[in-house]
């Protein structure tokens, strides 16, 4: 695989019937490698411009997400350049994931094999269940690293639980999480999140594209990848949002419509006149859970 971290030119971005054409046989021909670290507040505010690509362009393209957090809390977030550290964490891991008790897997793994215990009922199912691990995190402050969090997460992301529990510390999560990071080393992820766009049906080097920025640069480089400007699909009314997602933040609700955040505000708030919707506050902002 090659990707270039600069690649942001390409010699036809116009928007003819002539770009058009492999489309109709490759309905997806992009494939997006999402790096993220479930305790990076980044990755966290990353989620809006995510829903809002996947709502306009999800037609495009699909996603593969990496887990790519470090082994020590106080390292997490942070530039990961050295081979030596890379040596040491993978010897570590081989131990904690093969030679360990259960109990001995230290926290950030054992949530990384929760994601991937997950993602084995499908990647719908794996990212709701990382958007409830965000939740815990962010906005109630909860040890998710604890086995009981965890179960109770997957209960809210409505998984199979017993197959959640045979998956959690099973041969193929264990595997997916080698793989996870070996995937990051081979790129060179240094921090999270980070996306690489590829497009399989041209030769074109992917992009590589890390932090966080406008969701016009990402919109931008969609664009690049694909060689031409795809008209962006309609978004969904806002309950239909907030019923996929189930707890959606007022800026969230913003970016993803365009709105001011008074606008935004002051559609919430009908929506909790009638009932539909309970406010929750917290230091990150407003957030809206919605009613069943």
């Known amino acids: 695989m090659n990707w270039d971290q600069t690649g942001l030119r390409s010699e036809n971005s116009t928007n003819t019937s002539e770009n058009y054409d492999y489309l109709k046989f490759n309905p997806k021909p992009i494939e997006m490698y999402v790096f993220i670290d479930p305790f990076c507040p980044e990755c966290w505010y990353f989620e809006p411009y995510f829903k809002k690509l996947s709502m306009e362009y999800g037609r495009f393209f699909t996603i593969r997400p990496i887990v790519s957090s470090s082994l020590n809390r106080e390292t997490l977030c942070k530039p990961i350049k050295s081979m030596d550290y890379w040596k ?5 891991l081989d131990t904690e994931l093969n030679e360990g008790s259960e109990k001995a897997i230290s926290s ?3 949530v990384s094999l929760a994601i991937k215990a997950a993602e084995i009922q499908g990647m719908k199912a794996g990212r709701a269940f990382l958007r409830k691990i965000q939740e815990y995190l962010f906005l109630r402050k909860d040890d998710i690293s604890k086995e009981d969090i965890l179960m ?10 017993e197959e ?3 998956d959690l510390y099973s041969a193929t999560a264990k595997k997916a999480i080698q793989c996870d990071l070996q995937l990051t080393h081979e790129m060179e992820i ?5 996306i690489v766009f590829f ?3 041209t030769d074109a080097q992917g992009i590589k594209i890390s932090g966080l ?3 016009e640069v990402y919109e931008f480089i969609l664009q690049e990848t694909l060689q031409t400007i795809p008209i962006p699909s309609e978004k969904p009314p806002l309950e239909e949002l907030l019923k996929k997602y189930d707890v959606v933040g007022t800026k969230e609700i913003s970016i993803i419509y365009d709105w001011p955040i008074s606008k935004a505000e002051k559609e919430m708030k009908k929506l909790q006149f009638k009932q539909k919707v309970n406010r929750m506050s917290s230091k990150r902002g407003t957030f809206w ?3 069943d």
């Open 88 to 92: 040491k964490i993978t010897r570590q």
């Open 108 to 110: 950030p793994w054992r």
């Open 152 to 161: 109770n997460i997957a209960k809210e992301a409505k998984l199979d639980m």
């Open 164 to 166: 959640f529990s045979e």
């Open 190 to 194: 240094e921090d999270t999140p980070t």
């Open 199 to 201: 497009n399989h049906s």
């Open 213 to 215: 920025y406008p969701y």
């Open 289 to 291: 859970k919605y009613l």
